[in-house]
């Protein structure tokens, strides 16, 4: 088996600052996900990576930058955090493929003071 | 694109009851179907799929869901509900990317 690490679990951050979470996996799947979860708005889709490098636009890119340099790990940048903003940030990986399960870290939970 | 609807954001249902939640899909063709759970503070976990075959398809822990063509849907059941099973229940559909509804809070009472 295998195992997602989201890095940090909780975020504070200051309106208008930059922040940055990580995602690691070590199943050695070729696709990557970042889905922000809001409370009755379900997950939705940030980013995606098919591949190493690779950067694909979700509904929800606006306001965020992404990074897949290795095939391990996807960082996603929130390039302005907007104040008392909270939500939850869940990375997923799977082999590519529209077949194929979705495994997902624990989380990272945003706060905007 | 596709896109997903599950109507009920809140069911509550007694122990050992049985259980439908209910999940209508959009897209131009069969898409690949998904139930995942989300237990608190955790990520998702998947529960089952479908593509073809048997429109029934079995999951873990005894959940079953049924794929309706003519409907459009692919509701969760289980004959007999335990306290354990409480949590959000998440129906999602894929088709390059994944789209996922806005998911169901399930509270077993005892």
């Known amino acids: 088996g295998g195992i997602i690490t989201q890095t940090p679990k909780f975020l504070i951050g200051q309106e208008g600052q930059k922040l940055t979470l990580k995602c690691q996996q070590n199943?050695?799947?070729?696709?990557m996900y970042w889905y922000r979860q809001d409370s009755g708005k379900g997950l939705r889709l940030i980013y995606y990576?098919?591949?190493?490098?690779?950067?694909q636009k979700g509904d929800l890119s606006e306001g965020y930058d992404a990074s897949r340099e290795k095939k391990s790990s996807f960082s996603l940048t929130v390039t302005s955090a907007q104040k008392n903003e909270m939500a939850v940030f869940l990375c997923?990986?799977?082999?590519?493929?529209?077949?194929?399960?979705?495994?997902f870290g624990a989380g990272t939970r945003l706060s905007v003071l | 694109a596709q896109s997903v609807t599950q109507p009920d954001a809140r069911v509550t249902v007694s122990e050992g009851a049985s259980l439908q939640l209910r999940c209508k899909y959009s897209?131009?063709?069969?898409?690949?179907l998904f139930w995942y759970v989300q237990y608190p503070r955790q990520g998702l976990q998947m529960l089952l799929k479908?593509?073809?075959?048997?429109?029934v398809v079995q999951g873990v822990n005894g959940f079953e869901a049924e794929f309706s063509k003519s409907d459009s849907s692919f509701h969760l059941r289980k004959a007999s509900v335990h306290w354990s099973d409480s949590a959000v229940y998440f129906c999602?559909?894929?088709?390059?990317?994944?789209?996922f509804g806005t998911g169901t809070r399930l509270q077993v009472s005892p």
């Open positions: 999602a559909v894929s088709a390059g990317k994944v789209v």
């Open positions: 479908y593509y073809s075959g048997d429109p």
């Open positions: 997923a990986s799977s082999m590519w493929g529209s077949q194929n399960t979705l495994y």
């Open positions: 990576s098919i591949t190493e490098n690779d950067l």
């Open positions: 199943f050695n799947h070729d696709t």
């Open positions: 897209y131009s063709a069969t898409p690949y």
